[in-house]
């Protein structure tokens, strides 16, 4: 009998013990509760708990231009009216591209202070940098829930997708290839848009005889002319060898990337003196007030005219960029769930309103972006975003490097440094070994 009870005590110890334990291992996070009183009704299940602590949503992005903000504030809105409770703190840092905003964010994340939800782009950006480095949460669940499966095009899901599980919501698909240009400078010279990169030079030579600058740049930032770079990487070479480079099987050494370095070299003649000192969004008003002619720039510069209350084909004009008529270099801009985003259940609804149609519909029309879902209202959208659906349903779609689509960070930024020192000197073939060592180094080329 003494030894049973004894037992029995040893066995109530260790029970302790093991409670003691395991309460002192909890992680103590500021939104957990005291337990209620035994007496009270009973205790609500954790993430009803969590949703009822959680007053905050801090989305981090590099919207700031108009267009990109008016498309941000639009989800805002539909987020507001649905929790108007949850105060969101808008975190942009400026700069086109994320130049700014992509260090900031590394070092945030790497001092363990994530924001709730930040922007990235589908692809390498988003699967090197971040996921297969262990900082992200699956959201596939969210895509089962609200049976995104079906309705987001496959290709998109596979690029945010990695070892089985989905890591991002998609907000919309960019086209990077396109040239805006200024009608009335076009007619008054009797000129038509460039089709490919001789008739650009052509047009431009007429352009510049008349005294117009040719083409707007606005390079502040080197991500500017890795985007001229790309499309006429994709002019000079077409889809399926662009589309090798960044496999490995387009020669990073060959004729058409040297072909494309001089192009871009014979470019620099034809631009505006002060690009250096530009940002994207101030070329792009170049074309508008008749300082440019041209602009080879992706299609938030739609977005930004739209802010402008200005129209597609009346107040300006628009065209692949020379030679890359029937191809769509494409980017997504998306949105993920960080690990230790310090409101997860707010940010969990946030990339709900990113991947609702709703949510779409109201963001890209402002953005000047196409939905990422394919079921988006087609009315609401102007004639440029319309023929943009219709590009992307119909043409072969290759990744943007510069809008992290195609290539890692790393290697991004390898190219970044060949080309800030190329456009410095316009020396081709010392900026082609560099671009073929951004490859090596990129793991991608072998020596
Ligand atoms: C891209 C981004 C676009 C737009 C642009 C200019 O990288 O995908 O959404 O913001 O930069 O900043």
Known sequence: ?????????????????????SACSAPATPTQEPPPPQEEKPTPPPAEEAMQGEKELEIFSWWTAGGEADGLNAMFEIFKKKYPDVEIVNATVAGGAGSNAKAVLATRMQSGNPPDSFQVHAGHELIDTWVVADKMEPVTDIFKENGWLDVFPKDLIDIISYEGEIWTVPVNIHRSNVLWYNKDIFEKNGLEPPKNLDEFFTVADALKAAGVTPLALGDNGVWADNHLFESILLGVMGPEKYKGLWTGETDW?????????????????YVNEDHSALSWDQAAQMVIDGDAAMNIMGDWVAGYYTSLDLEPGKDYGWTPSPGTDGVFLMLSDSFGLPKGAPHPVNARRWLEVCGSKEGQDAFNPLKGSIPARTDGDRELYNSYLQAA?????????VPSFTHGAAASEGWVTGISDAMSLFVADLNVDEAQNNLYQACVNAGVCSE
């Not at 009998?1 to 334990?21: C, H, P, Q, Y």
């Not at 659906?389 to 779609?397: E, H, K, L, R, Y």
């Open 389 to 397: 659906m219709d590009a992307f349903a119909s043409n072969p779609i």
């Open 253 to 269: 050494k060959g004729p058409e990337v040297k072909q494309a370095l001089e192009i871009f070299a014979k470019m620099m003649d």
């Open 1 to 21: 009998m003494r030894v049973k009870r004894s037992l029995l005590i040893l066995v109530i110890l260790a029970l302790v013990g093991v409670f003691a334990l």
